[in-house]
């Protein structure tokens, strides 16, 4: 078998050459690097030269029609997936969270969602628009529409029910309206946006993190709106969809034509979503190479280079600002070979399956990816955002389609039956923000009428796909990858008239049969996806007959040379079973898929360890969720709004069967006497432990710290010097204030410049932070010396909190902030205050003043002490 980087090689220049025809043998032999890859850039004018630029327009040799584009992208998949209009997901939890979604889909107003593009453009709105993230003002507005629409078209081709197609039709007939009274193509729904699109037009450009010209994520916005009339366009078959999203590309062609690359590449600091996806997919349906050039000039070089090179730059970085760019890098690849796309994509969809993500397939903490393989530091808090999960579907889809790698199914597998499952509440719908998989955490669902971030988005659209990646067909081969209840049906190709229906007990069982049904007996190859977790007790048959198959130590034998520490260390991969034979109507597959129970440590932090069943996260069952203060923007519920004791498990060494045992109904387990509470003096306890995507409505913890004795009494001297020190510094405590709570704010007379300073919160607790100025007065004793304490943060596994500015009390300085390198999570700082500053005064005013070309690092909590008592 093929390694992925072989693959790599030989597609990116035998492939892509071969492919390109005409294209490849006008590059001549300056087509290809030094390491014998296709050089993109030989075979484009314009490409990058001695400044660096990397905005392109493809040779006139490129197809140009949308047959040809397809012709060729036909020739460039190994594998194809069966269209999901052709799939059909006939059962088990996915199809009752397919069926929720169905509901609320019909439920939500596509004329409300309509009400700002209507305003935007001078027409009246029909209904009061949507509130939250798709308000008025400096919000996201207008993203839902675009994925409702997207939402209903995938979801008319995954069910066939004509209101989705009545929908949609409608909302592009808006769209439309839309787009003639502004008259110049444009079609969005953001207030000021067309304004501040000529502004930037013009080179005036103010880009950084989410922030473009005064909007928020505007490109990010309008992708949204592009992408849901593309699907439209695709999924039910509307010509208008495809017409108002090409005036509506004009537009944008207008808007970027004045810019250089420099100002292209400073504007994309800015989030702006799966831009160069869209317009990649726009050349393919129209033939037109415009709109392949302009998908180009939305190439983000500062963050693709490096992973061109193979180089890991994620750390620190936004997850969901950046998978959409290899989205759009993966479907590029398939149009016109660009060797340099199908680097960047499959190299980062590694990096981030294998090094980033956590065991339910989730990844990020706080929506940021930290440094490869620092997972055990990172999995409490606001970890999983659902988006980031629904974005790796459509990349590892694409991915799949040039290598049918088991990876991809692994991958698939484990986001679906684990965090997507966990992100839909089974009783009312309700989507969720973050799954986190921490200790002691809990869901954060959407107010699904009034919020609209960006997850309730992206929820939408997700379970109108749970049969995207189930099947693969080439001309000779169909491919089994996930054991979920539906049916296929091929129309196209030579394995047209097949008909795949497979019947399954999977998650909750351990069987599944696959059956066909064959017009005619036919020769090919049947690829059954052989799940590593399943071990040596994994079991095929066709027709009752048993297939013999080799053992997983056989199959990871190394091919010469002996198997490294580290290559043992590694999960191994699945595998297809190929079974080649004339197959014909009734023949019937049946699996055997055992599950068992491991750990799964985190690379760094071995002690941190997911329990398995099979590809199944064991959670741990910690009672009822619990409400409180805690929020997030949209002001939906966060994590438990207040530390709650949270068992750790000393298993003293023993193997993982002798304190995990059955519990009697399927699926769940005990861990039985090894739950103890640092600090709290009882005999061990019991866990019920149970599937992750079980823990609705309930605190639970998705990893453990599983301890030896010595190291279980050193986490309670840990904990107890920890409490001694809050202790001592709440008995110093004159004043206290929480940034960015109304009430102590109100208390202690906040002052801000600018006056409107966003209030941010992360870990669940609010802060102030940025630009200017803010200010509190706080009371002191003036009889005793005092100091100003103020709380940081350092988010784990990412790079100190950094800021420059200076901490002053009464107009005085008293310190300058330092990072604090050697700090995880919370720290406090403390500054000492001049004694002539407090005499005779009861309080006192304490500003933290940024440099002028500075920032204010999150501030968490400003106190004032006497500093002799601590």
Partial sequence: MSTRRDFLQRSASVTAALALGPLAAKAGAAATLDDGILDPGALVPGAAGATGAAEVAHAAAAPTTPAAIRAFE?????????????????????KHAQDLDVAYLKELQPDRMLAYYRKEAGLTPKAEGYTGWDGGGRNLTGHIAGHYLSAISYMYAATGDPEFKRRADYIVSELKLVQDKHG????????GGQKAFEEVSKGNIRSGGFDLNGLWSPWYTLHKTYAGLRDAYRETGNKQALDVETKFAAWAERIVAPLSYEQMQRMMLTEFGGMNEVFADLYADTGDERWLKLSYRFEHDGFTRPLKRHQDNLGGKHANTNIPKMIGSAARYGYVADAADLEAASFFTDRIAQHHTYATGGHGQSEYWGPADQIGVRV????????????????TRRLASFRPDADYADYNERWLFNHVLASIDPEDGRTCYMVPVGRGVQQEYQDMQRSFTCCVGSGMENHALHGQNIYFENDDTLWVNLFIPSTAQIDTGALKGVRVAQTTDFPEGETATVTLTVPQPRKFTLAVRRPTWAGDGFRIAVNGEALAQPSLAQLRASGGGRASREEEARPQPSSYVEIERTWKTGDTIQLTLPKSLRLEPTPDQPQVAAIMWGPLVLAGDLGPRREGRGRVADGSATNAPAPQPVPVLVTGGRALTDWVVPAGA??????KGVALIPEQKSAPGDVALKPFYRTHRRRYSGYFDILTPAQYEARGAAIAAERERVR?????????????????????????EPLERPVLRAEGRANRAGQGWFSFDLPVDPSAPTAVVVTYLNSQGLAPAAGNFQILVDGTPVGTFEPNAT???????????????????????????AASNGRITPVFGVRTVRATSL
């Fill in 74 to 94: 036909r020739r460039m998949l190994r594998a194809r997936p069966i269209p999901f209009h052709q799939v059909r997901v006939t059962g088990g939890p996915l």
């Fill in 184 to 191: 110049d193509g444009y079609c969005g729904a953001l207030e």
């Fill in 380 to 395: 409490d808090g606001r970890t999983s955002e659902s988006c980031n999960a629904y974005n790796m579907a459509k990349l």
């Fill in 666 to 671: 399927p699926n769940e387990f005990t861990a």
């Fill in 728 to 752: 001592k510094l709440e008995a110093a405590t004159v004043g206290f204030v929480q940034p960015g709570e109304m009430q102590p704010e109100r208390d202690f007379n906040y002052q801000s």
């Fill in 823 to 849: 700090a995880i999570g919370f720290w406090d700082a403390q500054y000492a205050v001049p004694q002539d500053l407090v005499k005779g005064k009861s309080k006192i005013t304490v500003r933290f003043q």
